[in-house]
């Protein structure tokens, strides 16, 4: 497995593209679909509109020694894709846990990359997590599906706070054992 030498996580093979830690030239990719209100909405802490410098702020928080999180992007660009397709992270919880999150660009949406890029993270298991758990949006069915067809398991409801919407959201929680 290579390593990158600011975040020292690894990069992940998928299918059609790589999983690999951002880095400061994705500023651009990220900023045109982070700013898109679709994928805003579909997640917890993106704002719209994006302010000015976030996406600088994102990359270095991912670039930090004591980050909360491990963000991949989802690199096409040696298949012939996009070079950021969307961004998938995981985030340490105690107890051999992680919680993985991911969104993909509306450009990409049902073409199949989430599903792929939360499969290749299940299987590389970065964190050596024993269990992983995943929270969508109860209004967004397409991410349900990424993780049911993943093997994750229906947990409950929950709810999260949406930046973008400015409103506390219910949620579904889904979980899958790694190991034992």
Known sequence: MIFDTITNLPTIQARRFI???????????????MGDERVARATAAI???LPPGATEAYIARAQRADRD????????????????LGVVWLTRMDRDQSEINFWVAPAFWNAGIASEAVRAMIRANPH?????????FQDNPASARVVTNAGFEYLGDAEAFSVARGVTVPTWTYVKKLAD
């Open 19 to 33: 999983l690999r830690p951002l880095r400061k030239s994705d500023a651009g990719l990220l900023e045109l679909h």
């Open 47 to 49: 704002a719209h509109p």
């Open 69 to 84: 999180d491990d963000i991949w992007v989802m690199d096409g660009s040696a298949s012939g894709l996009a070079e950021v």
């Open 128 to 136: 050596e997590a024993r269990t992983m758990f995943a929270e969508v």
